[in-house]
């Protein structure tokens, strides 16, 4: 089984500023990474499939980047709506696994 | 816009079979994709439970596999889970989801990652 690690676990940034999330796999996963945004009492959303390609109707600011091992969801200029919870999702090999997310909070 | 709805009983007791149905509009199942579901504890993390296709093709978590069936009914648009003998642990929001897929070398449609989700359905087993 693929283990996903991301870091941190909680991230504190203030409106405007640029986030940077880490997502670690245990062994390559090549670019079959996915990024999902998820709100208290929502469905989490997808955000970046095959690492660096955006959803259909998601915003430039957020950009995906990494192969292999590592991986990284950056959102460029942080906007309220985007404090959230963030989850990286391996499809390369079975089980399909994901990390344990990271906090997006305000500053 | 493809939507998905989940629904089935919010309370079961421990040893029961949890069963729940992802009722699917404006996306005709039939199209062949993959549809799957994942949970997540309260407080918690997301788990993926299995993945099946328009086919009866499923793939299952190792970690549930023994407990889990998962069927399409094309004729409802709709596709199901059932969790045999459930406990406390497996008290938890359940999604259903499309699953983008994409196709092997081999020609197979293999199960990627989900782009649309339903709303979660909070399943809580307790006596």
């Known amino acids: 089984e693929r283990v996903m690690t991301q870091s941190p676990a909680t991230l504190s940034v203030s409106p405007g500023e640029r986030a940077t999330l880490s997502c670690r796999a245990s062994q390559s996963v090549s670019s079959n990474l996915a990024w999902y945004q998820q709100k208290p009492g929502q469905a989490p959303r997808l955000l970046i499939y095959?690492?660096?390609i955006r959803a259909t109707g998601i915003p430039a600011r957020f950009s995906g980047g990494g192969s292999g091992t590592e991986f990284t969801l950056t959102i460029s200029v942080l906007q309220s709506e985007d404090f959230a919870v963030y989850y990286c999702?391996?499809?390369?090999?079975?089980?399909?696994?994901f990390g344990q997310g990271t906090k997006v909070e305000i500053k | 816009q493809v939507q998905l709805q989940e629904s089935g009983p919010g309370l079961v007791k421990p040893s029961e079979p949890l069963s729940l149905t992802c009722a699917v509009s404006?996306?005709?199942?039939?199209?062949?994709?993959?549809w799957g579901w994942i949970r997540q504890p309260p407080g918690k993390g997301l788990e993926w439970i299995g993945s099946?296709?328009?086919?009866?093709?499923?793939y299952y978590n190792p970690s549930l596999k023994s407990r889990v069936t998962m069927s399409v009914d094309t004729s409802k648009n709709q596709f199901s889970l059932k969790l045999s003998f459930v406990t406390a642990a497996d008290t938890a929001v359940y999604y259903c989801?499309?699953?983008?897929?994409?196709?092997?070398?081999?020609?197979?449609?293999?199960?990627?990652?989900?782009?649309?989700w339903g709303q979660g359905t909070l399943v809580t087993v307790s006596s």
């Open positions: 989801a499309r699953v983008n897929q994409r196709v092997d070398t081999a020609l197979d449609h293999i199960p990627t990652y989900f782009d649309y």
């Open positions: 404006d996306y005709s199942i039939s199209s062949g994709n993959y």
């Open positions: 099946i296709y328009l086919s009866g093709s499923t």
């Open positions: 095959d690492a660096s």
């Open positions: 999702q391996q499809y390369n090999n079975w089980p399909r696994t």
